[in-house]
């Protein structure tokens, strides 16, 4: 009996505790904490969220491509068709404070769902409007609606994996859940450049592309909606977990807008985003004053995003084993900022395309790789806020500093009366000052970075504490050791 009493006196401050380091975990609760777990499911989680990602990328990026015969075949101007990929943009930034509520609020599942639904909507309302209608004059209108469902569900999906990471993986993989979860985008982007140009060999082609877009949402619809059982595992596999989102939500946005850590993050890697929009919206235009063909600015792009890839999965195994976020994310930053600055020199240069394809990659491979490692650092500097908010409003600043690079780089280049070895046809841009000024924004926000930023490991930190007296109250009573366990619902 004296035993028997001693370990409930165990398990009561061992409660007491838990309640200190994640604040509002309600008592019912923490017993959970004894025993971590984490679920076979999370892999089925994870791969529903990637396909997801992939798919809405497709359908975002699925007329650029073929943007000629798109408009031959919709019967409107390049001005048009290029809206089918703004409207993503512009839809993206009043939905992201409402897609970070729903993730923290309503809940993991209900937001994929969502968001699965409003992409096969979207993708076959686009087959549809092409398709079907018997009016030329209705497919646009009717493909811009299906692009603007699809765009609305984007925000819904490309917030997620931070959020999936924290509640169904463990410590030591959620930089790598969350980086497999993340570069599902850029994917998607490149099978759009490699699939549309390959399935269009003509305007009646349009059709068919859509279609074969249409029927893969369909079916991670029905994974999403039938294999999604729940927001999270019965058990966290991490002390974080329990507490994900504990914040509320307008609580969160104001402790985001009074850490200093955070806002250096937001503005600096917001600027990082801004400077890879940039460079795969202005590519082709780049490259074709200096003779390159769409060609080989397509083969850059893929090189891009190729190489930011493997460096994602990289960068993503070193940091979950080492954790140093901040440092990973410092040098990283300042090489992509250094590659930026290569290619507005390289790119002026004529034939010299290994020297462009070299750089394009290194681009990429720094670049890309630390999205998923910032949207865990922005979780580390914010906890107990919630992922989805934390990450979103990264995001945001994303969207808003790409759309006013953009306009900014448009303004700056300058018609060129001639330019003998340009292959863009009758507008001609020069695009020297544009560039230099795009580097030079990549090197300051870079060093603000790299001099101002710091902070704890708030996610962590808790996490220490919660496992050290887990584990003091395990040796004083025999219990099962964190494992992997098989989900009820399975």
């Known amino acids: 009996m004296e035993g028997g009493d001693e370990n409930q006196e165990n398990r009561a401050e061992v409660q007491t505790v838990f309640a200190g380091v994640i604040p509002g975990l309600p008592n019912t609760e923490l017993k959970k904490l004894l025993s971590f777990k984490v679920y076979k499911r999370r892999w089925f989680v994870l791969v529903v969220l990637c396909l997801l990602n992939c798919s809405n990328a497709t359908l975002w990026l699925s007329f650029a491509p073929v943007a000629d015969q798109s408009a031959r075949y919709l019967q409107v101007g390049l001005e048009q068709v290029n809206w089918l990929s703004i409207i993503y ?26 968001g699965a639904w409003l992409n096969m909507f979207g993708a076959l309302v686009r087959f549809l409007g092409t398709g079907i209608a018997t009016d030329p004059a209705a497919r646009f209108p009717l493909v811009m609606f299906g692009q603007t469902l699809a765009a609305i569900a984007q925000p819904l999906v490309i917030f997620t994996p931070a959020k999936m990471a924290a509640l169904w993986f463990p410590d030591n993989q959620r930089a790598t859940a969350n980086t497999i979860a993340s570069m599902a985008n850029p994917l998607g982007m ?59 939500f307008v609580q969160g946005i104001k402790l985001l807008l009074n850490n200093r850590a955070y806002l250096v993050l937001m503005l600096c890697f917001g600027s990082g985003i801004a400077a890879f929009t940039c460079f795969s919206t202005l590519l ?5 004053v200096q003779g390159y063909s769409n060609e080989f600015a397509g083969l850059c792009g893929a090189l891009f995003i190729v190489f930011g890839i493997v460096g994602a999965g990289a960068l993503g195994l070193i940091v979950d ?10 040098i990283n930053l300042s090489l992509s900022a250094v590659a930026c600055i290569a290619f507005s020199v ?11 394809a070299v750089v394009c990659s290194l681009f990429g491979f720094f ?44 303004a700056l280049s300058k018609r060129l009366a001639d330019s003998p070895l340009s292959t863009c046809g009758d507008a001609v841009l020069s695009w020297k000052v544009p560039m230099l000024v795009l580097g030079g924004l990549t090197c300051v926000f870079s060093c603000v970075f790299v001099l101002f930023f710091n902070t704890r490991y708030r996610r962590l930190e808790a996490e220490e504490q919660a496992t050290y007296r887990t584990n003091t109250i395990n040796s004083s009573t025999p219990e099962s050791t964190p494992s992997e366990g098989k989900d009820p619902t399975d």
């Open 367 to 410: 670049g890309f790789s630390i999205y998923p490692v910032v949207m865990e650092l922005a979780v580390e500097c914010t906890y107990p806020v919630g992922e989805a908010t934390s990450s979103g409003l990264i995001f945001v600043s994303g969207q808003v500093q790409s759309f006013l690079y953009i306009v900014l780089l448009q």
């Open 284 to 288: 082709e235009q780049i490259l074709c």
């Open 346 to 356: 390289v790119s002026l240069m004529p034939q010299q395309k290994v020297a462009v």
């Open 190 to 248: 490149l099978l759009a450049s490699i699939l549309s140009p390959w399935m269009t060999q003509t305007t009646g082609d349009i059709p068919d592309l859509l279609l074969a877009y249409a029927v893969p949402a369909c079916i991670i619809c029905f994974l999403a909606t039938v294999g999604l059982r729940s927001s999270s595992p019965p058990t966290p596999p991490s002390a974080s977990a329990e507490s994900s989102g504990s914040e509320p």
């Open 89 to 114: 943009m512009i839809v993206a930034i009043p939905l992201s404070f409402a897609t970070s509520w729903m993730l923290d609020v309503l809940g993991l599942r209900i937001t994929l769902i969502l």
């Open 321 to 330: 084993k080492t954790k140093k976020f901040i440092e990973a994310t410092k």
